[in-house]
Structures are given as C-alpha cells and as structure tokens.
C-alpha cells in the first residue's frame, strides 16, 4: 500500500500550538516540542535516535550555560553588596582624619585663600600653576620659585590676575613644569585636609574634605594629625 507523506513534516510547529508558561523554554516546554515534532515526521524517514541525543544534549547546554549565568549575577552582586559595606566601614573610620587625595580642585571661599599642592617626579626649575573657574577660564597664573621632586606648593591667595578677589566656588589648577634642561617634569596635584563628613548616595560613598566632596578610590594616604607638608613645600607668592 502507498504510504503518502504529509506536508511541512520537518518544520517545527507554531509557537501558539505550543504550550508555554514562560518567555522563555524550559524542559517540559522543550520536551512538548519535541513529543510535536515526533507526531509530525515523515513516518518514511522517523527520527533517528543519535538526532533526539543530540537535541537532548543541546539543550542540556543550554541550561547548564544559563545556570552559570545565574550563579555568576548572584556571586558578582554580592561582591558588589560586600565591597560596599566594606567601603561603607572604611570611610566611616576616615573621620576626623587627615588624608591626601589625588585632586585638583579647591572649594574657595569669599575672601578665602588656599594652598595649591603637588608632587614633582622631578626636580624643577620652571614652575607654572593656572587657576581655572568653572568654565575653564585660566583666572590667575601663579609661578613658582624651583624646587626639588617630591612635595611642592604654591599659594593662592584667592585673588584673580587683576588683583581682585575671585567669587566663592569650586576652582580648578593645573601644574607645568620643567627642567633646567627645558624638559617637561611630571607634576600631579593632591589636596589634604580633615574628613569632616563620609556621604552615601547612588551605591558611592563620598568624603567631604575641605568642604569638597571625593572619592574613597582618590585617597592616596592617611596621616597623623600632625603631619606638615616637608620643609620647602609651600611657597607664599602673594603678588
């Protein structure tokens, strides 16, 4: 007897005669496509066994790959959650202390006048520290008497270029330098001052010193309180 075989027997069926009770296919969803696709072969051509095997164990992988997927988000959100609290305790202990942080800002007060501090990697002969306000506008160039590498500064007395005082605001500076032979010598700004406050917002935990706020991560080092800058570190240039 002719055996006629049926139409689209190789297709899969359509996801709405599929029943699922998620977005996404899990072992009963995958196991009813497969009993589908069973019921619709070619009765001329079946199924081979090795090709179920291998459907099986494709989407065995699959499971596996999602399920380490699953462990890896659990394991890096409770690093994060951990490194946070453990940041969280750390900055708490910071209060009261004096520290050294990579910046180059300072919160200026009306009237105010402040200390602009950096480390040379070498020593230098030619000086040059720009203020800047918030806008990028360079509103006094201070130049500096040579010095040694290491701890250097220069003082500001929160005057512009013209003499007069600049408004109250966050100010900017950017240290130049070079040698005696005209060679650019590395200079990279920090501030000091006591942490009067530790701040937590938006998974960041912030330090307010000297009424500006920084990074845990900016903090190069804790000192005494009775650390002072080394002899020959700061410079009065008050023109």
Do not use: C
């Amino acid at each position: 007897m002719e055996v006629t075989p049926t139409t689209n027997l190789f297709q899969t069926p359509p996801a709405d005669k599929i029943s699922s009770r998620t977005d996404t296919l899990d072992q009963i969803d995958f196991l009813q496509m497969l009993m589908a696709q069973l019921r619709a072969q070619d009765p001329m051509n079946p199924l081979q066994g090795h090709e179920y095997a291998a459907q099986l164990a494709q989407f065995s992988s699959v499971q596996q790959l999602e399920a380490i997927q699953s462990s890896l988000e659990e394991s890096i959100n409770m690093n994060l959650m951990m490194t946070q609290s453990i940041n969280g305790n750390l900055a708490a202990a910071l209060v009261g202390k004096l520290v050294r942080a990579q910046n180059n800002t300072v919160a200026m007060a009306s009237g105010g006048d402040a200390d602009l501090r950096f480390t040379l990697g070498a020593s230098a002969t030619d000086i040059e520290v720009n203020v800047l306000d918030s806008e990028g506008n360079v509103v006094r160039t201070i130049a500096g008497n040579p010095h040694e590498s290491g701890d250097a500064a220069v003082y500001w007395d929160g005057r512009d270029n013209d003499g007069n005082h600049v408004p109250a605001g966050t100010y900017s500076f950017e240290v130049s330098a070079k040698d005696a032979g005209g060679a650019d010598v590395t200079a990279t700004s920090y501030v000091e001052g006591i942490v009067s406050a530790v701040n937590y917002g938006d998974g960041q935990v912030t330090l307010t010193v000297n009424g500006q706020a920084l990074f845990l991560g900016d903090i190069l080092s804790v000192l005494t309180a009775s650390s002072e800058a080394p002899d020959g570190a700061n410079q009065s240039l008050r023109g």
